[in-house]
């Protein structure tokens, strides 16, 4: 009977001494995980602070941007924006959604001592935000925020709620075309009403950037764009958010 006992006892042991070893291996998995993604994350921000810096240096900005990142632009997709608008010089730049964007465009057309930028913006109360940061940036001159609800569009017989383009200027050939609206809560594939009612617009040479590439929603909107508008090269540049490019000939 000891015995049995002493087996008992060490059986009892032996499966306790096992569970502690598998509680410690996840909790050593678990601070991989989190050194990682603690790495990951410095690493990420680290380098939106440069892309910021970049901007100011860039930009030569007298007065400060409002906050980035979150609903707002992310620093690096702003600096590759800055850098293509100072580059190309697009006489006609078009928006979809307002914001921090619309000052940087709005700074680059003013740098180039030509261009204008047309944002068209869904929410009353963030257009009248917008342009008071152009007015506080000295930038109105160079942007037009145009009041534009989002409004029924008819693609391909299924509905769209797409922003009202009746204010857009008519035939303006579009040289650079900004993609970071509707919010994705409008409903699914959002900004694909872009392609079909924008790209016909694009002047040679044109080129589209689309934020928030690496979501899936935008991926799929991308794929479609890809098989409906053939002759728009694709390609993409390293954000946090994803950033796609579509280039016309
Ligand atoms: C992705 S945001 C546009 C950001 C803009 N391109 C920029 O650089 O700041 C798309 C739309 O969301 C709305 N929006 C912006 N900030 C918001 C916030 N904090 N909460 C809710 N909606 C917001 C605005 O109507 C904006 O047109």
Redesign the pocket.
């Given at each position: 009977m000891p015995t049995l006992a002493y087996s008992a006892g060490t059986l009892t042991l032996l499966v306790l001494a096992l569970y502690m070893l598998h509680k410690l291996r996840l909790v050593h998995i678990l601070l991989h995980d989190v050194r990682d993604q603690a790495h990951h994350d410095s690493a990420g921000l680290f380098r939106q602070m440069e892309a910021l810096q970049g901007l100011y240096v860039e930009l030569d900005l007298k007065h400060s941007l409002?906050p980035?990142r979150?609903?707002?632009?992310s620093p690096d997709i702003?600096l590759e924006l800055a850098r293509h608008a100072r580059s190309a010089k697009p006489a006609t730049v078009v928006?979809c959604?307002?914001?921090?964007?619309?000052l940087?465009l709005a700074r680059c057309m003013q740098m180039n001592g030509a261009g204008m930028v047309f944002s068209l913006?869904?929410?009353s109360?963030?257009a009248l935000l917008?342009r008071a940061q152009l007015r506080r940036h000295g930038l109105e001159d160079w942007a037009r925020v145009i009041y534009a609800p989002l409004r029924p569009h008819l693609l391909s017989d299924e509905n769209w709620p797409w922003y009202d383009t009746s204010d857009l200027p008519a035939c303006l050939p579009i040289d650079l075309l900004?993609i970071?609206?509707?919010?994705q809560a409008t409903r699914p594939l959002a900004r694909y009403p872009a392609g079909p009612l924008l790209f016909k617009s694009l002047a040679p040479g044109a080129s589209v950037f689309l934020?928030?590439a690496a979501r899936p929603d935008e991926r799929t909107v991308l794929q479609r764009w890809h098989k409906e508008f053939p002759a728009l090269e694709q390609s993409s540049r390293p954000c946090e958010k994803g950033c796609a490019v579509l280039s016309a000939q």
């Open positions: 409002p980035t979150g609903w707002a632009a702003l928006e959604s307002s914001g921090i964007s619309t940087v913006e869904h929410d109360e963030y917008t900004v970071d609206g509707p919010p934020d928030d």
